[in-house]
T-cell receptor, first 112, second 114 residues
Framework: ELKVEQNPLFLSMQEGKNYTIYCNYS?????LYWYRQDPGKSLESLFV?????AVKQEGRLMASLDTKARLSTLHITAAVHDLSATYFC????????????FGKGTKLTVNP | GAGVSQSPSNKVTEKGKDVELRCDPI?????LYWYRQSLGQGLEFLIY????????KSGLPSDRFSAERTGGSVSTLTIQRTQQEDSAVYLC????????????FGPGTRLTVT
């Protein structure tokens, strides 16, 4: 059974703090994707990690992929309120499958 | 250009009724996906269309669910004899062929079965 596990599922943090969201997946996929969802909105692509060791950064967010450990991380640096949203990781599975298996999401709240 | 559009944005229906949800993908995108987002289950893959190939229906939860894609563009997801557990947000996404990592999601249809 394909599994994607995110933790934590809920994260409340203060502005200015750092934190990491973890995404463990069960397949031998060499790629992993991150999405952001604001309340009542659809999903927005954040990062596309296409190989082992891939690291991508945008603003205060940095994502990395370790395919040997089947782990991706989303690191938040000096959080700001605008980052409050739900973050999902998604595994396309093996063999370049087109089907995405999503984690349950991490609901991030950044408090002033 | 226009993104993925879905209609209706909200649908309230009585248990036992049939519903149809529509998705208009981005022009030129040959791949189209349906997902369901519910409180208990998170985001689940339902069905995938690629061009004229047979769709991958492996995620459909029961035979009450079906989908079609006419002319390689617009898709309709049909749920027959709706049940309360069908209440969820149904998301459609589209991408270019072989670019599943660049799926663009629509705003979703919130279905409530009373």
């Amino acid at each position: 059974e394909l599994k994607v596990e995110q933790n934590p599922l809920f994260l409340s943090m203060q502005e200015g703090k750092n934190y990491t969201i973890y995404c463990n997946y069960s397949t031998t996929s060499d790629r992993l994707y991150w999405y952001r969802q604001d309340p009542g909105k659809s999903l927005e692509s954040l990062f596309v990690l296409l190989s082992n060791g891939a690291v991508k950064q945008e603003g205060r967010l940095m994502a990395s992929l370790d395919t040997k450990a089947r782990l991706s991380t989303l690191h938040i640096t000096a959080a700001v309120h605008d980052l409050s949203a739900t973050y999902f990781c998604a595994d396309p599975g093996e063999g370049g499958s087109e089907k995405l298996v999503f984690g349950k999401g991490t609901k991030l709240t950044v408090n002033p | 250009g226009a993104g993925v559009s879905q209609s209706p944005s909200n649908k309230v229906t009585e248990k036992g009724k049939d519903v149809e949800l529509r998705c208009d993908p981005i022009s030129g995108h040959t791949a189209l996906y349906w997902y369901r987002q519910s409180l208990g289950q998170g985001l689940e893959f339902l069905i995938y269309f690629q061009g004229n190939s047979a769709p991958d229906k492996s995620g459909l939860p029961s035979d009450r669910f079906s989908a079609e894609r006419t002319g390689g563009s617009v898709s309709t997801l049909t749920i027959q004899r709706t049940q309360q557990e069908d209440s969820a947000v149904y998301l459609c996404a589209s991408s270019l062929r072989g670019r599943a990592h660049e799926q663009y999601f629509g705003p979703g249809t919130r279905l409530t079965v009373t």
